[in-house]
């Protein structure tokens, strides 16, 4: 099964987009994921990982939830 962490800075505020982002995940592939797990950060960190590979950064791409979802279906499997 496929697992999915988000990492999210706490001090700036991205709790908001990190659980959009995890019910958007949960919702798009349901029982494919074992979970999508939020992991509070700092320093103005979000990134998603699936299976421990790192497949979004926002400090090198603007966040983008379709362009986050095609790399989670990507891995999903």
Known sequence: MTSVEIQYCVPCGHLDRAIDTQRHLLEKFGQQLDG??????????????????????????????????????????
């Open 36 to 77: 999508v797990r939020l992991k509070t950060g700092d320093g103005g960190v979000f990134t998603v990982a699936v299976n421990g590979e790192q497949v979004f950064d926002k400090r090198a791409a603007p966040y983008d939830l379709e362009v986050i979802t095609g790399a989670v279906a990507a891995r999903v499997g």
